[in-house]
DNA sequence: GACTCACTACTCGGATACCTTCTGTCCGAGTTACTAAGG
DNA sequence: CCTTAGTAACTCGGACAGAAGGTATCCGAGTAGTGAGTC
């Protein structure tokens, strides 16, 4: 099991896109990350897609919070990018084989699927009581309160004005 | 994010494991949840490489649990075939790019890896909280207290006797 | 000076190759049970 | 009848192809800002 390496991107534009008070391109966020410009655009058309940031195009277009941050959680971030769906797909070997289990008695999910379909509850529940907020909070708590507004800063320059 | 099919099989197989008195073959199992016999056994050897199950070999051989039902976690099996390395793997992006966070900074792991590795914690915590003996449980709830002793009759059945 | 219009530059969005990982398969090394011969 | 050597069959274990999804990239559609030209 491995998720997808855009999920880090993602959650770092997000605690970065707080601290701006334009549209930020895409270029732009993979600038800041030194990261490929292409991927990282995909992984912000994810988002876009899921309603979590607003697309502005145009000259000084980019990307957009559409809520604050205390109302979009990890899981947000995390689903949009890497998909709904659970890890753990049942495939009802149960009714397959010589001594398969009728149908009529596979009302319920096998107890299989229910352990599996519980942790993957858990972590979802773990991931939608972090909000972003919640990380800027704790980027502040470590790196100082000045850093997320010099990143903002920065974000919102002219591409020209950096080293 | 996805787990590996071989997951379902592996967990299946274990509670099967615990009808049968003598050492099962792979083959045989497979045959029972009419899948892939050189594939299971793949996950069987990485079962048997976790000490989860003993191999036996020779013409009698095959596959034996090492330890009681209770004693092994639907933690163990998902570890055993999956790997046990954490699903989200911090690239430390935050020391990257022109506004990168001095290394020095960095004693601790940043807000989004701490995020990511509780939920991964949660959801590791939930398997580790059922062990083979609760399914084996369930599934005599489910499906009647004699479905399971006749699986396990089959099991060490010769393979000539089925249908 | 104010308005209109065309142009340019920049943005996002989806369609397109490449590569790692998972899926599925095969054959060889090793061990056990069985068979048959000999004492 | 018991012992013993040999044989044969069955097992696991790791090495070998094929397919799927993630990774990385590119180019086209669309829009806001900019400048010149005109009234």
Redesign the interface.
Known sequence: ?????G???A??CC?VLTAATEPVPAARLA?????SPSYLAKQMQALSRAGLVKSVQGKTGGYVLTRAAADIT?LDVVQAV??A?P?????E??Q??????PPE?CT?P???A???S??????????RG?SVA??VG??ER??GPG?LP??GA?LNSAQAS??
Chains 1, 2 share one sequence.
């Open positions: 099991m491995k998720l997808s390496g999920v880090e991107w959650l770092h605690v600038q800041l990350h030194d990261v990890a890497d998909g769906n890890a753990f797909v049942c495939t070997i149960r397959r084989g010589p001594l398969g289990t008695e319920k096998c107890p299989i229910r352990a599996m519980a942790a993957d509850a858990a972590w979802r529940a773990s991931l972090v919640d990380l704790s980027v470590d790196s850093a010099g990143i920065w950096d080293g």
